[in-house]
């Protein structure tokens, strides 16, 4: 799956945002903020797996998930500088 698609989820793209703002999330503290089942959860964590890495109980982002973070703040600025979001 390339960056694109894995970027192409609003779940995915809030987990990486989570990652991004906290040095390490929980399973459970992800779920929290998410509001979704476990089990959709535990998916999106799968299919972020070049993005985010679990180390012991917590998620971090992986070596690029700096960088697709980046790509969706700049993404999202250009949306808004356009007026299409």
Do not use: W
Request: proline share 1%.
């Amino acid at each position: 799956m390339d960056l694109f698609d894995i970027l192409g989820n609003d779940v995915r793209v809030r987990v990486l945002e989570i990652l991004a703002e906290r040095s390490g999330c929980t399973f459970t503290e992800l779920n929290d903020v998410c509001r979704i089942s476990a089990g959709t959860l535990a998916y999106h964590l799968d299919v972020m797996s070049e993005l985010i890495s679990k180390t012991g109980d917590k998620y971090h982002l992986t070596t690029i998930g700096p960088y697709a973070y980046e790509l969706v703040i700049q993404v999202r600025d250009f949306l808004q500088r356009n007026g299409q979001i």
